[in-house]
Nanobody, 124 residues
Framework: QVQLVESGGGLVQTGGSLRLSCAASGRTFSSYVLGWLRQAPGKEREFVAAIRWSGGSTYYADSVKGRFTISRDNAKNTMYLQMNSLKPEDTAVYYC?????????????????WGQGTKVTVSS
């Protein structure tokens, strides 16, 4: 089992920044992929970004490339999502999720463990 706890969400104006954190605990995840996914009101859950815990390869949805940066701190077992130049369409509940094996995936259904989510609201 992997436990994931997100934090850092909140209300921000268009063009502002937020940094989300995901604290991970439980079974070793040196070979895992950790990802950020989001769900806006009335929409399906979608992929945002992912990082391989070992090696640090990163993956981004086209909608956030150049604005969001995913990173991790191995010593703290924590993953981050730095979000800059936020837009109203970024408003959503953001989830941290873990994929136990294989390569990173853009499919939310491929992730095995999920946190409880943290809400991000971008006002226009």
């Amino acid at each position: 089992q992997v436990q994931l706890v997100e934090s850092g969400g909140g209300l921000v104006q268009t063009g502002g920044s937020l940094r989300l954190s995901c604290a991970a605990s439980g079974r070793t995840f040196s070979s895992y992929v950790l990802g950020w996914l989001r769900q806006a009101p009335g929409k399906e859950r979608e992929f945002v970004a992912a990082i391989r815990w070992s090696g640090g390869s990163t993956y981004y949805a086209d909608s956030v490339k150049g604005r969001f940066t995913i990173s991790r701190d191995n010593a703290k077992n924590t993953m981050y999502l730095q979000m800059n130049s936020l837009k109203p369409e970024d408003t959503a509940v953001y989830y941290c999720a873990n994929k136990r094996a294989g390569s990173a995936s853009y499919n939310p259904g491929a992730y095995d463990y999920w946190g409880q989510g943290t809400k991000v609201t971008v006002s226009s």
